[in-house]
Nanobody, 119 residues
Framework: QVDLVESGGGLVQPGGSLRLSCTPS????????MGWYRQAPGKEREAVAV???????NYIDSVKGRFTISRDYGKNRVYLLMNNLKPEDTAVYYC?????????????WGQGTQVTVFS
């Protein structure tokens, strides 16, 4: 079992910035993919930014140029830097990680952190 602990959410005005952090209980090296998802009230959860080992980093179109996902192996953390935030970015943001063992996929989720962008 792997725990993912998020932090960094909060209230911010449009145009502001936040940085979300995700600290897993296992080494970052043990995951083949990590990412950030979000879920707004009344909407389905969507992938915001995903890093795949040996593959591309993918962003949902609505955040391209504003959000950046990164990994810090020294601190064993994954970050989501969010700039120029908009009211439509308001959601609960979840850290996600995948491990692959013997051909089986093991997905893990954090508890979520609220991001609210208000005028």
């Amino acid at each position: 079992q792997v725990d993912l602990v998020e932090s960094g959410g909060g209230l911010v005005q449009p145009g502001g910035s936040l940085r979300l952090s995700c600290t897993p209980s296992a080494s970052l090296h043990s995951f083949n993919a990590m990412g950030w998802y979000r879920q707004a009230p009344g909407k389905e959860r969507e992938a915001v930014a995903v890093i795949i080992d040996g593959g591309p980093t993918n962003y949902i179109d609505s955040v391209k140029g504003r959000f950046t996902i990164s990994r810090d192996y020294g601190k064993n953390r994954v970050y989501l830097l969010m700039n120029n935030l908009k009211p439509e970015d308001t959601a609960v943001y979840y850290c996600h990680a995948d491990q692959l063992f013997s051909g089986s996929r093991f997905p893990y989720w954090g508890q979520g952190t609220q991001v609210t962008v208000f005028s």
